[in-house]
Structure formats: C-alpha cells, structure tokens
C-alpha cells in the first residue's frame, strides 16, 4: 500500500534539492572576476565566517571530504578569493585566510543572505511557532537517514 502523502513529500523535496542544485550550478559574478559558482561563495563564506579555519576544520564544517576542500580551496587560490598561509602555532599546519576578493564576495553574500533570511521569516510567519524547530529536527533525521545509506 502506498502512502501518497509520504509520496508527494518526497516529491517536493526532490524538486526543492533540484531546484537548489541549479542554484549551485549558476555562476554568480557580483560584478567580480572571474564568475563563481554559488558552492565556491558558500566555501568563502565559511572562510570568512571562520577565520583562519584549516581545511580539516572546513571539511567538517561543510560536512565533505578534506580531498573535496582541498580541490575546493585550490581553485578559489588560483582565481584570488582565498589565500593559504602558515600557522602562526605551528609550522606543519595551513590556514586559509580571505583576500580582498574574497571579503567583497563575503560582503555581498551577507546582504544577499540577510534579504533570503528575511524573505524566509515572512513565509514561516504563516505557519505554527514551533515550525522552524519542526524542520530542523527532520532535516538531522533525513540526514542520519542519508548518512546509513552511504554506509551501505
């Protein structure tokens, strides 16, 4: 027996992940060079948001590999947004720092989040108070979900 309403569900959240997806696959310029996509400002942003994060830290703050980080971080070197320097505490570790590139994306993206956030908190006004920690405790049970199914 199907349950349609688990069914249709799952439908809008594959549309709302696929819909995220081109999102993510969409270059976005903010008037800088060269273009970017919107997972290479989500990595700056985490940079910026931390600073002097190492790529073992961003690899678990961004829930990825430290190899995907790695091939992440070395192409924002190369197109200037983000720059690898020594621990100020220890010689064998690097830290990854934002370059003036990069803080202006940083600073873009922060207004852009502020006006989704805002827009956000006027649809959730319509809906009972304890939604948003309704859907956070469903998006850490899919994730548990998702995370068994990789081990398998």
Known sequence: MKNTSID???????????QYNALEKKTHTYD?????????????VAVGAHEAINVTGLAQLQGTSKSAVSQAISKLVKKGFIEKRTSPDTDN?????????????????????DWLKSQLAAVFEKYP???????????IDIQTIWAQLLEK
């Open 32 to 44: 800088i060079n060269p273009p970017i996509y919107l997972s290479e400002i989500h990595t700056i």
């Open 93 to 113: 570790e690097v830290i990854l720092l934002l370059t003036e590139k990069g803080k202006q994306v940083f600073n873009m993206h922060e207004s852009q989040h």
């Open 8 to 18: 249709k569900l799952c439908e809008l959240f594959l549309q709302t992940i696929n």
């Open 129 to 139: 108070q304890d939604t948003l920690s309704v859907l956070s405790g469903l998006a």
